[in-house]
Nanobody
Framework: EVQLQASGGGSVQAGGSLRLSCTAS??????????IGWFRQVPGKEREGVSF????????VNANSVKGRFTISRDNAKNMVYLQMNSLQLQDTAVYFC????????????????????WGQGTLVTVSS
């Protein structure tokens, strides 16, 4: 059974940084997937896409709200995907989820939750003033 494990969440003051990590287990590796995404969700709101990485063109896509502040990357040797979050803002407070897809997703499909095959359990990021 494929499992994704997200970690690295915590509490930070506005303007600070955190790095989230995501790894895969269950006879699989992060490098097995063509598309990797980070999503976030706050209570009462829909899950929204944050950052995406496509293996086939090595392209990254970021939501406008995090451009210039968040960076998604991968380390295949360590079987890890990261989300480096800098200049954190109060509105970044959410539970963050990593997700993977075997398919090569076009840009318009990156934001769709049902495009992904597996999801991590989520890690909470709290930004305070």
């Amino acid at each position: 059974e494929v499992q994704l494990q997200a970690s690295g969440g915590g509490s930070v003051q506005a303007g600070g940084s955190l790095r989230l990590s995501c790894t895969a287990s269950g006879y699989t590796a992060m490098n097995d997937y063509n598309t990797i995404g980070w999503f976030r969700q706050v209570p009462g709101k829909e899950r929204e896409g944050v950052s995406f990485l496509r293996k086939y063109d090595s392209n990254t896509v970021n939501a406008n709200s995090v451009k210039g502040r968040f960076t998604i990357s991968r380390d295949n040797a360590k079987n890890m995907v990261y989300l480096q979050m800098n200049s954190l803002q109060l509105q970044d407070t959410a539970v963050y989820f990593c997700a993977v897809a075997k398919r090569r997703l076009i840009t318009s499909s990156l934001w769709t939750i049902t495009s992904y095959d597996y999801w991590g359990q989520g890690t909470l990021v709290t930004v305070s003033s």
